[in-house]
């Protein structure tokens, strides 16, 4: 055991220690980090106040359009030419153009610019304006636009997930979707990684020629398994060192920036009701109440996940796919004298994994269906389709299955592994083939 | 006392038979020579001697008992294929490999420090191992093959790589090792060192053990009863002079010398040789021809093919 220890320490050392755990470690949260940032402070930057010069040679839009947070209309009656040229002068960010129309309701407009118009200002001023052409046409054929929007009915379907307990909680598919495949891409993910540096390890020994000054001292499986536990150590720390560096910038941002966030936040919301959610001639009143309601029940969903089991099931996944995968990867290794070699023995490991992961949508999507209970259930693959069950909520006798299937995967896998380890860590020169292996399998030690 | 007794050892592989019981006995403290033509089976017996591999039959003894795994730590083996860690720093890394082979981390600090300073390594224990050059690489290797003065040390090639300079060196430490008390097991096809440090041999063939035993024995036991005979003067014949019992198997002539090869009938003794060309020559040495090992290997292994 005294030995294993040493070998898992110089296995975690050196890689802890090497320039590209470092670098990985800060690009990695800095990227995480990023990918949540970005879009919210791009967006608190262009959120500064437009002004909108309106020109409506029409008249009929006067004061009917209504501002938003960010979007100011500035009505003008000046000869649009004498704006224009003076634009640059002015403190407008663009001039709206409606020109005198040739029917008696225009729809013809110019949206005058120095810049390019960011597309939310472009919708957002055609959204007012095709509000107000419609009810005018409304208006025209003799039906009160009032009327019309009360004869539009706003239906909901809520998802209420009944847990054992016989709680009733709300569910959001969408909010679990996306928790399941966050939680098997970064399984694939680690497995890959981590597993790929396994290999390495193997072939570098082997090509280093100092396994047989090692398997002198040890034997191969300690060696083998040494390997692999010292991984799955800079992995883990890797992942925590990610979790708390990506939480700190997240937070420090979070910190600096609040102000400009809660703004972002609520204009945002309210740009998406205009958009999209909401028929257009809703009561800012209305708008609150579904608003709030939109938020609410993604909290609620949020809440209904389980994460006590969502994070304890991670851990075990993510550990135990990786240890069942990286004796595959130490094997692979072992048969090989360099990294070139490998394709032809790494394809039917992958296979199960990149399986699971082109399935993942198709499993969120019906989560208690047949491939997805077996696909959760068979070692190979129930790392990452299991992960995208859990927080559908999965019977604790599926888990528990899956566990112990996947911990029987991986000592079989480890006892299959270490057959071929021992005999290929001192093979050198021809590359072997599947019916060699065969037969290394059979060797007594 | 024998240290290592290898007895009636079988290897099967999937297609040959690497060894076929093979049976040694090393005595200890002494220099075993363990020798053989490429693909004879050597390097199999040495890694079950390591239980790196595992025999179909046979058994190991080692210092009396049954080997067993934690007898390893009292061995120490330098692979004919070995390397170190390119990324790793000579110093951690021959603390590393001295730690597996159970040594604690400040003796080993402490040996090791000893052993660099003597082999002038010292200043390249903070480097890297892919800065040194490859018979330093050697050297460090030798250090961690000794550095828990195991009982016994099994060398495979130790000489390769090596300039004559760092062999001697090398040999030097050897010997001092079997004087301090160490057992060696030698591998090589360097028939040179094998004859100069060498107590004991055994020469693998195609999987079979063709001979062993101490290396005098086995040089006298392949001594033919030729001698050469160095006469002065170039002018003088002896053929037909002599009684024809003595065959002349060669004759060359050297400066101010004639160097005859004869061979005297095991009837017969160097006096009786003596005797019959005094009358013809002045004699200025006559010497028995010992075949060296390098002779002996040839013609052993050509026996048996």
């Known amino acids: ?371 997805a209970f077996w696909l959760s259930i068979i070692p190979l693959t129930s790392p990452i389709a299991m992960m995208i069950r859990i927080p559908f909520g999965v019977p604790y006798w599926e888990i528990l299955l899956s566990i112990s299937l996947l911990i029987l995967g991986f000592l079989g896998a480890t006892l299959f592994a270490a057959k071929i380890y021992r005999i290929g860590i001192l093979m050198y020169g021809k590359k072997p083939s599947y019916k060699d292996i065969g037969k290394w399998l059979r060797y007594k030690n | 006392m024998n240290l290592l007794e290898v007895k009636n050892i079988t290897k099967q592989y999937a297609n040959h038979k690497a060894l076929d019981d093979v049976s040694i006995s090393v005595p200890e403290q002494s220099i075993f020579g363990l020798l053989g033509p490429n693909g004879a089976g050597k390097t199999t017996l040495i890694r079950i001697i390591n239980l790196i591999n595992a025999c179909d039959k046979g058994e190991i003894i080692f210092a009396g008992k049954k080997i067993k795994a934690k007898d390893t730590e009292t061995i120490g083996y330098l692979p004919e294929e070995r390397g170190l860690y390119k990324k790793m720093k000579v110093g951690e890394q021959a603390l590393y490999l001295s730690r597996l082979k159970g040594v604690e981390r400040k003796e080993a600090t402490e040996k090791l420090k000893f052993w660099f300073e003597k082999f002038d390594l010292l200043r390249w224990w903070n480097r890297k191992v892919e800065e040194l050059s490859k018979g330093m690489q050697q050297k460090v290797q030798f250090i961690v093959t000794i550095i828990h003065e195991p009982k016994l040390l099994i060398f495979d090639e130790p000489f390769s790589g090596f300039d004559p300079i760092n062999t001697e060196l090398l040999k030097e430490e050897i010997l001092k090792l079997r004087d301090n008390g160490a057992t060696v097991i030698f591998s090589t096809h360097n028939m040179a060192s094998v004859e100069e440090i060498c107590d004991h041999i055994a020469l693998i063939n195609k999987s079979k053990k063709i001979l062993d035993g101490n290396v005098k024995t086995i040089k006298n036991e392949y001594k033919s009863n030729i001698f050469e005979l160095g006469i002065s003067g170039i002018e003088n014949e002896l053929k037909g002079k002599i009684n024809p019992a003595f065959n002349i198997l060669s004759q060359i002539r050297d400066d101010e010398l004639t160097k005859y090869k004869i061979k005297i009938p095991h009837t017969s003794n160097p006096n009786e040789l003596l005797k019959e060309v005094i009358p013809f020559c002045s004699v200025t040495y006559l010497n028995e021809i010992i075949p060296n090992m390098n002779e002996i290997f040839i013609r052993a292994v050509g026996e048996n093919n």
């Open chain 1, 1 to 371: 055991m005294n030995k294993i220890s040493l070998i898992i320490k110089r296995e975690y050392l050196t890689r802890v220690k090497k320039k590209s755990f470092i670098i990985m470690t800060i690009i990695g949260p800095l990227l995480m980090a990023s990918v949540m940032i970005v879009p919210i402070w791009i967006a608190t930057k262009t959120n500064q106040e437009k002004r909108i010069a309106v020109i409506d040679e029409s008249y009929l839009f006067v004061n009917r359009l209504n501002d938003s947070e960010t979007i100011k209309f500035i009505y003008l009656t000046n000869d649009i030419n004498s704006v224009k040229d003076n634009f640059e002068k002015s403190d407008f960010d663009a001039i709206f153009y409606i020109p005198k129309p040739s029917a008696l309701i225009p729809t013809y407009s110019k949206l005058y610019s120095d810049k390019e118009p960011s597309i939310l200002v472009k919708s957002y001023i055609q959204e007012q304006f095709k509000k107000e052409v419609e009810a005018m046409k409304l208006l025209q054929a003799g039906i009160d636009s009032k009327l019309l929007e009360s004869t539009k009915a706003h239906v909901t379907i809520d998802t209420i997930k009944i847990s054992e307990g016989g709680i009733e909680k709300k569910s959001n598919p969408l909010v679990s979707t996306g928790f399941g495949i966050f939680g098997g891409i970064l399984i694939y993910f680690f497995i890959f990684m981590f597993g790929t540096q396994v290999m390495r390890g193997v072939i570098e020994e082997k090509t280093s020629r100092i396994i047989e000054v090692i398997i002198s001292s040890v034997k191969p499986f300690q060696l083998m398994m040494g390997k692999i536990v010292g991984i799955a150590l800079v992995g883990l720390t890797q992942f925590l060192l990610w979790v708390v560096f990506t939480g700190a910038i997240v937070g420090i941002f979070q910190v600096a920036y609040s102000s400009d966030i809660s703004k972002y936040s609520t204009s945002k919301m309210l740009e998406q009701n205009d958009n999209s959610l909401i028929p257009e001639t809703i009561t800012p009143n209305q708008i609150n109440e579904t608003q709030s309601n939109n938020v609410g029940e993604i909290f609620e969903a949020i809440s209904s996940i389980n994460f006590t089991v969502m994070i304890g099931s991670f851990i075990f996944y993510f550990l135990f796919g990786y240890l069942l995968y990286a004796a595959f990867f130490a094997a692979i290794g072992s048969a090989v004298d360099n990294e070139s070699d490998t394709q032809q023995f790494m394809l039917p490991i992958t296979v199960p994994l990149i399986l699971s992961i082109v399935l993942a949508q198709f499993i969120a999507g019906n989560p208690q269906g047949p491939i």
